[in-house]
């Protein structure tokens, strides 16, 4: 499904992976990555992020966002798998795949663009989710009454292109409702 928004190219994938599917890399991604949770600087202090996170590369290629700078781990065989499978809608040739682990409703990601100089200008993001659903929020950077909200289920895949990053915000927020736990995967080019 083709998001109806200005600016962007957005694509949303409900069924990418079946359940079954979902639930197989979902527990093998909880076991076998190299979880961390690393330090963000707000206002001049630290606080620990919000999420657990890991970076994977093909090419050893560092990515830093939020004055955290990540070194990759190299791609396990899971990890290769998924690219390939979403190498089918689009000719990116992903290099990195930073994950994040959400463990309750207590973890987040605040308003952000995926906008690094590492990304080149327009960059390509494939975000695979996998476990607890969560709302993938979106807001336009200059149009400020221009918001939308996505269901993100498990086993889907959303796929940002274009001028997007350079236009839009988004965000996956905190919830007080008690939820289960939720991986990300986010492939991106860094060449």
Known sequence: MKLQLPDSDITYF??????????????????????RQDEIRVYGKLY??????????TNNRSYSYSGITMQPLPFSETLSDLKAKISVLTPANFTSCLLNFYRDGKDSN??????????GKNPVIASLSLGQERYFHLK???????????????????????????FWQHQIAKTTKPIGERINLTFRVIP
């Open 140 to 166: 336009h950077k200059k149009l400020k009454d221009l918001k939308y909200k996505i269901l993100l289920e498990h086993g889907s895949l959303l796929l940002m292109r274009g001028s997007t990053q350079h």
């Open 14 to 35: 409900s069924n990418f992976l079946n359940c079954e599917n979902a639930n197989t890399y979902f527990e093998l991604l909880k076991s076998s990555v190299s979880w």
């Open 110 to 119: 605040g308003w952000h663009s995926d906008d690094e100089k590492e990304l």
């Open 48 to 57: 620990a992020q919000p999420r657990l996170t890991a970076l994977y590369g």
